[in-house]
């Protein structure tokens, strides 16, 4: 029987590289896409993954491109990141940062625009948001209009794509001392990794919202 072929956007990243690891232990063929070779070398040493690909996913034409060349897969992760903003409120953020920030939300469009000609019935397409989707506080108002965006864009791929599965991991703030959580764990790739294996290699699961942010959903926010 032929392994499993999993494609992960955003492979060469912190998150990206720690999905790949838990899928590649899994026994599936991973694949990573990104923008930048030089990284993408360093995360295929890291992580076992059996090809690298540079890429824009957020470019619908290079999107459509690759996918074409791969032809049909399994499992299409989306683990880009965001990048970084000098200022996260919404009246604070000069557009082209928050329209650069939103670059995430394109890629994950394309992932789902484009999967249901590549990813084979059953697999799946898994994108990640974040808590403050669900749990907005001040100063985050850029973050949560992307998270809450990325969520609403699986609710309805998750119909439109049937039988293909598609969920969403959300994560707290990885790596950032616990300040609102209910556990005292600060998140790291590692457990986002755990995560997406699990929804991927459970058949049963479509149209998810798996939460792994130590209980901040639940937690005060800092005002």
Excluded: C, Y
Excluded at 36 to 59: E, S, V
Excluded at 68 to 91: F, K, M, N, Q, Y
Excluded at 147 to 175: C, D, K, M, Q
Excluded at 181 to 193: A, H, K, S, V, W
């Amino acid at each position: 029987m032929p392994n499993l072929t999993t494609v992960i956007i955003g492979g060469s990243g912190a998150m990206g590289s720690a999905i790949a690891q838990h899928i590649a232990a899994a026994g599936h063929d991973v694949i990573l896409i990104g923008r930048d070779q030089g990284r993408l070398n360093d995360a295929h040493q890291r992580t076992g993954a059996t090809q690298t690909i540079a890429a824009d996913f957020g470019d619908a034409s290079e999107a459509k491109r690759v996918l074409d060349e791969l032809g049909v897969i399994d499992h299409l992760v989306v683990a880009t990141s965001a990048g970084p903003v000098r200022a996260s409120s919404i009246p604070a953020t000069v557009p082209s940062e928050f329209q650069r920030a939103h670059g995430r939300l394109w890629t994950s469009f394309n992932a789902v625009h484009f999967a249901p000609d590549h990813v084979r019935p059953g697999g799946s397409v898994t994108l990640i948001s974040g808590s403050s989707g669900r749990r907005p506080g001040i100063g985050f108002g850029v973050w949560t209009s992307l998270h809450g965006s990325i969520e609403a864009l699986a609710r309805a791929a998750t119909i439109e794509l049937a039988p293909i599965r598609v969920n969403v991991v959300s994560p707290g703030g990885i790596g950032m001392q616990p300040d609102r959580q209910l556990i005292e764990r600060r998140g790291t790739g590692d457990d986002i990794g755990l995560a997406v294996a699990s929804l991927i290699a459970n058949p049963a699961i479509t149209g998810a919202v798996l939460d792994v942010d130590s209980g901040e959903r639940l937690g005060t926010w800092p005002t």
